[in-house]
């Protein structure tokens, strides 16, 4: 049995770039970094971050083109895939892994989004903050014979 998964969740590095294949199919290329945070054996914070290539077809790409950019997170389903190819220039074989998504959702948008929609501002030097909605809940138990099914 084999399983060739990748699931990846993390902030583009760079404006995804859409093109098109000859036979009309879009296709589009990003990159997202992910950071991992641990403390060395002396108790000190370390950091480092991984890129991962990914690369998506279909409407999903043209999507991706359309609505994210540099610095908005994203979380990517797919499989890893290398190619390979040799370099025009030195003749040298060259190599690329690549996540090939099968399905993408975007994360939450900042409040530098240019999507137009209504986002709570964030606090300020010296202003009171909007209310964030919140979701209430009840303060007494909820009886299971009250639900329905």
């Not at 389903?77 to 998504?101: F, L, N, P």
């Not at 964030?122 to 209430?136: C, V």
């Amino acid at each position: 049995m084999y399983l060739n998964k990748a699931i990846v969740i993390g902030n583009l590095t760079r404006d995804p770039e859409l093109r098109s294949l000859p036979s009309g199919v879009k296709v589009c290329s990003f990159s997202l970094a992910t950071n991992r945070v641990w403390k060395d054996k002396n108790g000190a914070r370390q950091e480092s971050a991984d890129y991962h290539n990914v690369v998506v077809f279909g409407r999903q790409a043209e999507n991706v083109a359309q609505y994210m950019k540099k610095g908005n997170s994203m979380l990517v389903e797919g499989r890893m895939q290398t190619r390979s190819w040799e370099d025009k220039g030195s003749g040298e074989k060259k190599y690329r892994t690549e996540v090939i998504a099968d399905r993408i959702q975007f994360g939450p948008k900042g409040a530098g989004d240019s999507s137009g929609a209504s986002r709570p501002a964030k606090p300020s030097a010296g202003k009171e903050a909007e209310e964030i909605d919140t979701i209430e809940y009840p303060e007494e138990d909820i009886n299971p014979e009250d639900i329905p099914f």
